[in-house]
């Protein structure tokens, strides 16, 4: 198994711009797909980003053009770069690794979420 660890939310005012980590131990990230999910009160879980092991990137319609998702292999981590924040973008972020090839295909790996909150 992978262990997750988001971290970078915090308080932000709209307009402003914020940067999540999701640190993998365990695994190099060659072997996933990494994805970044949010949830709000009261609403399901949604999709914002995804990157492939061959770097292909992939955006929710909300988070098109404001955000980006990157990876760095050196730090085995995946940011999330979130810019023009609105309020409506307050959530609890999580950061998932999928399985892609051998010996991680079929794994499903979730970190425990950092909260953002946008609002003036």
């Known amino acids: 198994q992978v262990q997750l660890v988001e971290s970078g939310g915090g308080l932000v005012q709209p307009g402003e711009s914020l940067r999540l980590s999701c640190a993998v131990a365990g695994r190099s990230l060659v072997f996933f797909a990494m994805n970044w999910y949010r949830q709000a009160p009261g609403k399901q879980r949604e999709f914002v980003a995804s990157i492939s092991s061959g770097g292909t990137e992939n955006y929710a319609d909300s988070a098109k053009g404001r955000f980006a998702i990157a990876r760095d292999s050196e730090k085995n981590t995946v940011y999330l770069t979130m810019s023009n924040l609105k309020t409506e973008d307050t959530a609890v972020y999580y950061c998932?690794?999928?399985?892609?090839?051998?010996?991680?295909?079929?794994?499903?790996?979730w970190g425990q979420g950092t909260q953002v909150t946008v609002s003036s």
């Open positions: 998932n690794a999928r399985g892609v090839m051998w010996p991680t295909m079929g794994s499903d790996d």
